[in-house]
């Protein structure tokens, strides 16, 4: 019993990781259509803002849920001004480049400046016992920042003015200009919004793996493939791709080995793309956001 209770908190934790490392995507590819190649360099800025906020002495947390996503934000709007807005209905070729591109630049001036080094932050939660087994706290609030993050989302795309303004942007651009609203601001908004998400991922993710330069490589696969999965609708979409492909893999982790769990990840994404070309949510959810 109390191993079946580890077993299922950590398929949980695999599944609220991928919620957290993709929702930014979801959004930045979801609504705005930009393939955003430079999604991990973003979850690596949000981790070295953690990094280089705790030596400086500030509160873990408040360097975790306050900084991280204020500078990765401000720099995905500075971004979305000087690149991304040129690429708005541009090739998808195009938009590959230019981002890989991006992507290259934050990695090497990020290793010009602090170098190729593996830095660790200290987990700022402790651990508890089920049965003889051991658990960490961190784990839980994983799982917790996962759903608070969903839900989050979904009450401000239905519920709020912001929300309605940004979908009826995306959807016709030429009618919300009409009606008094500036496109270019609602793009630069939700492009920062999209990069804030994915500074707090990279914030959370700190004391779980080690920050380096190189860190994003091994998520930006899995947060796309969680995105394009989860098809149209950001949030179900996310929810639901995370819990199959997060569920998948944690399982098989536990009966094979970590490569073998990855492994059975992209296994059923592409099964599961052969049979849902439009992700799960272009067959179910269709009205869901």
Not at 232 to 260: C, D, E, R, Y
Request: proline share 3%.
């Amino acid at each position: 019993m109390d191993f079946a209770i580890i077993v299922v908190l950590e398929v949980l934790s695999a599944i609220g990781t991928l919620v957290i490392i993709s929702l930014g995507l979801a959004i930045i590819f979801g609504m705005m259509r930009v393939i955003n190649i430079a999604h991990g360099e973003f979850l690596m800025l949000g981790a070295y803002t953690v990094l280089l906020s705790v030596k400086a002495g500030v509160n873990i947390w408040i360097a975790m849920l306050v900084l991280a996503p204020l500078v990765v934000g401000v720099i995905g709007v500075i971004i979305e001004r000087c690149l991304i807005q040129f690429l708005y209905g541009a090739r998808m070729l195009d938009t590959l480049l230019a981002t890989w591109g991006l992507s290259l630049f934050i990695i090497g001036a990020v290793t010009i400046v602090f170098g190729n080094t593996v830095e660790g932050v200290s987990s700022p939660l402790g651990g508890f016992d089920i049965g003889a087994y051991k658990m960490s706290m961190y784990t839980i609030f994983v799982i917790v920042m996962a759903a608070v993050l969903l839900l989050g989302t979904l009450v401000v795309l239905k519920f709020t003015k912001l929300g309605l303004i940004a979908r009826g942007t995306m959807q016709n651009a030429g009618m919300a200009a009409a009606l008094g609203v500036s496109p270019p601001k609602v793009y630069m908004v939700t492009f920062g919004i999209g990069a804030a998400l994915t500074g707090l991922a990279g914030g959370i993710l700190a004391p779980l793996t080690g920050v380096v330069p190189t860190m994003g490589v091994a998520f930006i696969a899995k947060a796309f493939i969680t995105v394009i999965g989860g098809g149209a609708a950001m949030v179900a979409g996310t929810a639901t791709a995370s819990g199959l492909f997060g569920g998948i893999s944690q399982l098989a982790t536990f009966a094979t080995t970590p490569v073998w769990g990855d492994a059975a990840l992209l296994f059923i994404a592409v099964i599961m793309l052969r049979i849902l070309p439009q992700g799960i949510t272009g067959k179910f959810f269709r009205r869901s956001i």
